[in-house]
């Protein structure tokens, strides 16, 4: 199974998800372990959200994908990493999908959405092709 890493930095003050050179395209027929890292200057201290926060959790989907798509998000035991399968193998998996992380740095909430303090403007996705 493929891997697919995907950079989570702070840039311009806000919590920026590096999708360059398309990293969060997955071609189909594929299944592939996207993982989140928190990384660069500025996030230590830092650490996502665990996945069961009720109001800002390190991972959650805006836009819903079809069932059995993806697999249950997991933080990792240090909370610098987010990891999710992603199961592109049929015609009901293509599509895109927006998600929201949160961290929590220096004491201070970070969000790729904006009604965080903090946050990107744009939504990161995944596509799956």
Request: contains cysteine.
């Amino acid at each position: 199974m493929p891997n697919v890493t995907l950079e989570v930095t702070l840039k311009n003050g806000s919590l920026d998800v590096d999708q360059s050179g398309n990293g969060n395209q997955i071609a189909h027929g594929q299944s592939v372990t996207i993982t989140w890292h928190l990384s660069g200057p500025g996030v230590s201290p830092g650490s996502f959200n665990a996945i069961s926060d009720p109001t800002h959790p390190g991972f959650a989907w805006i836009q819903s994908p079809p069932s059995g798509v993806f697999g249950q998000a997991q933080l990792a035991n240090n909370g610098d990493k987010i990891t999710i399968t992603d199961a592109n193998d049929s015609t009901s998996s293509s599509g895109e999908w927006i998600y929201q992380l949160c961290a929590t740095i220096n004491g201070a909430p970070y969000s790729t959405i904006s009604t965080l303090p903090t946050a990107t403007t744009t939504n990161p996705v995944i596509k799956n092709l």
